[in-house]
T-cell receptor
Framework: SQTIHQWPATLVQPVGSPLSLECTVE??????LYWYRQAAGRGLQLLFY??????ISSEVPQNLSASRPQDRQFILSSKKLLLSDSGFYLC??????????????FGQGTRLTVV | GNSVTQMEGPVTLSEEAFLTINCTYTATGYPSLFWYVQYPGEGLQLLLK?????DKGSNKGFEATYRKETTSFHLEKGSVQVSDSAVYFCALSLIQGAQKLVFGQGTRLTINP
């Protein structure tokens, strides 16, 4: 069966420090991978998605970047964190079946607090 | 563009009340539709889905019917429980080159005993 791992679960970082959040998927090949951010009391904002190694699409301009060095690894990074980067970050993967239906599976999330 | 609009929250109900959370969508193609649930401090879990018009997704007493004519996918449950307290997200997916999942803003549901 497929599983998705996301770490760390919580993180407190000072303003201006770097960030690296990692997400790995097991049990599937060539998944679509996503990073979402959920600000307090708000909905999900799609930050990045990837359909293959080295292929990253950014949805919104921001202080963050993403990389996909391996098929089932997706990394969210920042060189210098801002206070506004605080939030709940969710990694997800999806597949499309023969009928064109996509279903997404989410990690447990990382709560980032920038202080 | 593609978008999902959900009923504004928060929604507070008493146990055993009837629940409806409205969801409408705009899509340039023929999307699949989903409801996800997020319990406190956790990631999202798929609650139910529908892939074509008039399909009804159901799970844990929740139901939603894919209505193409009204571009809606409203979530319903006949009798809610305290354990249903969570944030509910409506979402769509389309295959347009890359598969993207578009979520609504989420509706926070609180059930009081």
């Amino acid at each position: 069966s497929q599983t998705i791992h996301q770490w760390p679960a919580t993180l407190v970082q000072p303003v201006g420090s770097p960030l690296s959040l990692e997400c790995t998927v097991e049990g599937t090949s060539n998944p679509n991978l996503y990073w979402y951010r959920q600000a307090a009391g708000r909905g999900l904002q799609l930050l990045f998605y990837s359909v293959g190694i080295g292929q990253i699409s950014s949805e919104v301009p921001q202080n963050l970047s993403a990389s996909r060095p391996q098929d089932r690894q997706f990394i969210l990074s920042s060189k210098k964190l801002l206070l506004s980067d605080s939030g709940f970050y969710l990694c997800a993967w999806s597949f499309t079946n023969l009928w064109g239906s996509t279903e997404a599976f989410f990690g447990q999330g990382t709560r980032l607090t920038v202080v | 563009g593609n978008s999902v609009t959900q009923m504004e929250g928060p929604v507070t109900l008493s146990e055993e009340a009837f629940l409806t959370i409205n969801c409408t969508y705009t899509a340039t193609g023929y999307p699949s539709l989903f409801w996800y649930v997020q319990y406190p401090g956790e990631g999202l879990q798929l609650l139910l889905k529908a892939t074509k018009a008039d399909d009804k997704g159901s799970n844990k007493g929740f139901e939603a019917t894919y209505r193409k004519e009204t571009t809606s996918f409203h979530l319903e449950k006949g009798s809610v429980q305290v354990s249903d307290s969570a944030v509910y997200f409506c979402a769509l997916s389309l295959i347009q080159g890359a598969q993207k999942l578009v979520f609504g803003q989420g509706t926070r549901l609180t059930i009081n005993p």
